[in-house]
C-alpha cells in the first residue's frame, strides 16, 4: 500500500492531516474518484454517484482553512447503501420494481453523516431488499471482490464491502439483518460492525425491521468506532432506537482483553459449517487473544435450533414484500427471492409468534451466557468467498448452509457482532472471525474486536493496485 496515497489512508489520519493543513478534502476526493473512474467498472460498487460530492468538499475544505471544522468526519469521503434515503436520490433497493423519483429526506444514518461533515460520494449496490448473500440483484447486476474479480463481495452490503475493500473512499454505511455488513467484511478483508438493534436508528424501517440494524463498514476498527459517533444518535422518526448515547466509542477501544472471559462458541442451536482454512483463522484468533491476556475457552450457549427461528423470520418478511409488489411487477423480482417467499408464505400468525417466542428465549439465553462471558469469538462465514455468476439454488438451505450460518444468530437477539479479517488463505482470500458482546455493550465489543486486530497485524493491501 501506498502510505502517501489519499485514497488508502483511513479517515483518522485525514482528519489528523487536514487539522494540520497538510492535506485538503478536495485533494482526497480527486484521489478517490480517480480510483472510482480507473476500477469501478470492473467492480460494479455504485448504485449511483453524487455529482455535489466536490462541491461539497470544496466547502469542508474552506471550514478547514477557518479552523472550524463542521463535525468529526468533516470532509471524509463516504459511501451510502442502496436501501437507506438520501434526499435527491431514489431509494431503488436494487430492484426493477421499486420507484425510481428522488426521496425528499435522509434517513437517521446519512443525517448523520451530513451533520459530522462527511463528503458522500455515491450510493452502493445491494442485493434486492437485502435478501440474499451472493452479490447480484436485478436492477445494477453483479458487484465483484476486488481481491478476486470473479468472486462475490458477499451481500447483502456489495457495494459497500467493495468499496472499502477497493478505497473507493474511508467511510461506508450498510445494513445487517442476518449478516450483510459481517459477510461483505469477511469476503473483503475489512472490519464490518453490526451494533446492537436500535443503535443506529433507521427510517423507514425495511422489511426485516425486527432484525436489521445500520452500521460501519471500514478498513480499521478505530474507524468502525469513530463514523458510530456520527451516525448512532438517537432520531424521535424510529420509535425503536436506543436513547441518545453521545459518548466516543473510540474512549477505551485501546485497553486491551486482559482479564476477559472470551467463550469460543461452535454451536448456535446447530453446528454451522467450517472449512479447514476457516478453522485455522478462528484457532489463531484464539491463540491471540489468550497470549493478549484472556481466558478462551469453549463454550456453548444452548440456544434452541437458529436455523428454525431465522428461517421463519426472513420467509415471512419476503413474503410480506412480495405482497406488497403490484402484480404486474413481481415477474421482475429475483427468483431466488420468490421461491423464499413461496415457499414460507402460507406460515400461520400462530406459527410466526412462535418463532418470535423463540427468538426473544434465544435473547434471553444469550443474556444468561454473558453473565459469564465478555466476549464470544467465532468463525465469520463457513468458506472464503464463492463466485460470482454462479446461480442461486436452493435458497433457504443455502442460508444456513453457504450463506450466513455464523451470523444470522446475533440479529435474532440483537447483540453487536464485528466481523474482520484473521489473515488470507492460500488463495490469497480474506479468511475472517466473529467478536460478539451482549446486547447494548459496543464499547466492549469494539475493544476486543481492536484488540485481535492490533495483536494480530494483518498487513494491509491494494488489492486493485
Request: net charge neutral; aromatic share 6%; hydrophobic share 45%.
Amino acid at each position: 500500500m501506498t502510505a502517501t496515497d489519499p485514497a488508502l489512508m483511513n479517515a483518522e489520519t485525514l482528519i489528523a492531516l487536514y487539522a494540520r493543513r497538510a492535506l485538503s478534502p478536495v485533494e482526497v476526493l480527486r484521489a478517490v474518484t480517480e480510483r472510482v473512474a480507473r476500477h469501478n467498472p470492473s467492480v460494479n460498487a455504485f448504485a449511483a454517484m453524487n455529482p455535489q460530492a466536490l462541491r461539497q468538499a470544496g466547502e469542508s475544505e474552506a471550514r478547514w482553512m477557518a479552523g472550524r471544522p463542521m463535525g468529526v468526519l468533516d470532509g471524509v469521503p463516504c459511501t451510502v447503501k442502496d436501501l437507506l434515503h438520501m434526499a435527491g436520490f431514489p431509494t431503488r433497493r436494487g430492484s426493477r420494481t421499486t420507484d425510481p423519483r428522488p426521496q425528499s429526506e435522509d434517513a437517521p444514518a446519512v443525517m448523520g453523516l451530513k451533520a459530522a461533515g462527511a463528503v458522500i460520494i455515491g450510493k452502493t449496490t445491494t442485493t434486492e431488499f437485502g435478501w440474499k448473500t451472493p452479490g447480484d440483484c436485478p436492477l445494477h447486476g453483479i458487484t465483484r471482490n476486488p481481491w478476486d474479480f470473479k468472486r462475490t463481495t458477499g451481500g447483502s452490503s456489495s457495494g459497500a464491502g467493495a468499496a472499502a475493500a477497493a478505497a473507493f473512499g474511508a467511510l461506508h454505511i450498510g445494513t445487517d439483518a442476518g449478516g450483510s455488513i459481517r459477510i461483505p467484511a469477511a469476503y473483503c478483508g475489512i472490519v464490518g460492525f453490526k451494533p446492537s438493534y436500535g443503535r443506529v436508528p433507521q427510517w423507514p424501517h425495511g422489511a426485516f425491521s425486527a432484525v436489521a440494524c445500520a452500521g460501519p463498514m471500514t478498513r480499521t476498527v478505530r474507524d468502525a468506532a469513530l463514523m458510530l459517533n456520527a451516525i448512532g444518535r438517537a432520531d424521535v422518526r424510529d420509535p425503536l432506537c436506543l436513547p441518545d448515547d453521545p459518548r466516543e466509542w473510540r474512549a477505551g477501544i485501546e485497553d486491551g482483553v486482559r482479564g476477559m472471559r472470551i467463550a469460543l462458541v461452535r454451536r448456535w442451536g446447530y453446528e454451522p459449517p467450517l472449512d479447514a482454512d476457516g478453522e485455522a483463522a478462528l484457532q489463531r484468533a484464539a491463540d491471540t487473544l489468550r497470549a493478549e491476556g484472556a481466558l478462551v475457552e469453549e463454550a456453548d450457549p444452548e440456544l434452541p435450533d437458529t436455523r428454525q427461528i431465522f428461517g421463519r423470520v426472513w420467509g415471512v418478511a419476503l413474503a410480506k414484500l412480495v405482497a406488497a409488489t403490484p402484480e404486474e411487477k413481481r415477474g421482475e423480482l429475483d427468483d431466488g427471492l420468490a421461491e423464499v417467499a413461496r415457499r414460507e408464505g402460507g406460515l400461520s400468525a400462530i406459527d410466526f409468534l412462535a418463532a418470535d417466542a423463540m427468538r426473544v428465549d434465544a435473547a434471553h439465553r444469550m443474556g444468561l451466557f454473558h453473565l459469564r462471558y465478555d466476549l464470544i469469538l467465532t468463525a465469520a462465514t463457513p468458506t472464503a468467498a464463492f463466485a460470482a455468476d454462479g446461480p442461486t439454488i436452493r435458497p433457504t438451505e443455502a442460508l444456513w448452509r453457504d450463506w450466513a450460518p455464523w451470523t444470522f444468530t446475533q440479529n435474532l437477539t440483537r447483540q453487536p457482532a464485528i466481523a474482520l479479517t484473521a489473515g488470507l488463505d492460500a488463495e490469497g482470500m480474506s479468511r475472517a472471525v466473529q467478536i460478539v458482546a451482549a446486547q447494548g455493550r459496543d464499547d466492549l465489543c469494539l475493544r476486543g474486536a481492536r484488540a485481535l486486530e492490533r495483536a494480530l497485524a494483518v498487513p494491509e493491501a491494494d488489492p486493485i493496485a
